[in-house]
């Protein structure tokens, strides 16, 4: 390129998406023939309940879903996210609190929009969804890392983070249950973050997109609900993808105090405008329903929870704790780093040459640590059908040898 063709800083610093680069990777292995298992897409394998699809055919016939509507979404699915807020985290919002967003991603990159300024700080728990930093770089902000491994099960600690805070600290993310480890934070975690948050004049974002998907008795807590005083310095993250099994269907929103709301809608208006009307409607069957359909996934994720645990813990050099929610294991795979592996006898010296090695030779498609702040582990999506999990872990195990 000439030097008049050069790109953006901040798009230069910007990293791309590693779930996804994995993903399209196995998808163009899958189109060219080769017979690739994919564990790297958060994404269930089930189709969309029908009367969701049901409520999306008949919206595509009324002409009113084939006009603009309202950018911060439509007054039913607003209403509906509202009701939907009381009921599952236990307090009340105002619908004008709630913008619909071009799904969850869209919410992460305009909290950040709206919240930041050039050189101002984000505290994140790590492991961290791959997006939260380079979402805060978008916006000129400074990610700052605050790890938490396995001996902690993944979970933060408060003073951890008040040790990360500056004069310039703007906000924290919480997200539980957490992608990448399925780690659920305990009620006093969430409490004291969201007590350090009022304390310290701090906002909370706060993603709760797995928010139905827990096991083993653990709990989604609520920080909103937990502690009352953060809702002025709260924005909620969330979206259909997860629980209705809707990735496709891009319908995500964000639910603030009235002023970060209403900045959130005039940004939008100038990037994207209204959600697409008929994934609104098909949003609007699946958040006003009932939790049926969630509970029946989460049942097979925990057959398939159980059964890709053991799985890893039986490879040599794999170490995987049980994790409580979402729907990853994330697996310790430091014991396989400069050994020969398969049956060239490839070495890998990181996480993320392992996954490509993993990718390349055994047609295994997994998610590196390092794009989530973790080098030394991998992130298996078990989101796919039974017998495409029992193939991977054999292979995986197969050519480690």
């Not at 390092?370 to 017998?387: H, I, K, N, Q």
Request: hydrophobic share 45%.
């Amino acid at each position: 390129m000439a030097d008049w063709q050069t790109l953006s800083e901040r798009i230069n610093n910007v990293a791309p998406s590693a779930t996804l680069a994995v993903d399209s990777k196995a998808k163009a292995m899958k189109a060219a023939g080769v017979d690739v298992i994919g564990f790297g897409a958060g994404e269930p394998n089930f189709p969309t309940p029908d009367y969701v699809v049901e409520a999306a055919a008949e919206a595509c016939r009324d002409p009113r879903n084939h006009r603009y509507t309202p950018t911060a979404g439509l007054p039913e699915l607003r209403e509906a996210i509202a009701a939907k807020t009381l009921r599952d985290s236990g307090y009340a919002v105002d619908p004008g609190q709630v913008v619909v967003t071009n799904g969850g991603k869209q919410a992460v990159y305009e909290a950040f929009q709206i919240l930041l300024d050039e050189g101002d700080e984000v505290i994140i728990p790590t492991p961290y969804w791959t997006s939260y930093p380079e979402a805060v770089k978008l916006a000129g902000g400074v990610p700052v890392e605050v790890f938490a491994g396995a001996d902690r099960g993944f979970e933060p600690d408060i003073e951890a983070i008040e040790a990360a805070r500056t004069e310039r600290t703007k906000a924290i993310i919480v997200t539980s249950p957490s992608n990448p480890t399925g780690a659920v934070w305990s009620r006093g975690t969430i409490e004291a973050i969201g007590r350090w948050a009022v304390e310290h004049h701090v906002w909370v974002v706060s993603d709760e997109i797995y928010e139905h998907l827990n096991y083993d008795g653990a709990r989604t807590a609520y920080v909103g609900e937990v502690v009352p005083e953060v809702r002025d310095q709260l924005l909620v993250l969330n979206g259909v993808a997860k629980t209705y099994a809707m990735t496709g269907w891009r319908v995500g929103w964000m639910v603030a105090p009235g002023p970060v709301a209403k900045a959130a809608a005039k940004l939008q208006g100038h990037m994207t405008s209204n959600v697409a009307n008929v994934p609104q409607r098909a949003a609007l069957a699946a958040v006003a329903g009932n939790l049926d359909a969630v509970v029946a996934m989460r049942e097979a994720f925990d057959v398939r929870r159980r059964a890709i645990v053991a799985a890893l813990n039986a490879i040599d050099g794999v170490r995987c704790p049980t994790p409580t929610g979402a729907f990853y294991a994330f697996a310790d795979v430091s014991g396989l780093l400069g050994r020969p592996l398969g049956a060239n006898g490839s070495v890998a010296a990181s996480s993320s040459e392992l996954a490509a090695l993993l990718l390349d030779e055994a047609h295994v498609a997994a998610v590196p640590g390092e794009a989530f702040g973790a080098p030394g582990y991998l992130r298996f999506s078990y989101a796919l059908a039974d017998d495409q999990l029992a193939e991977g872990m054999r292979r995986f195990q197969a050519w480690v040898g």
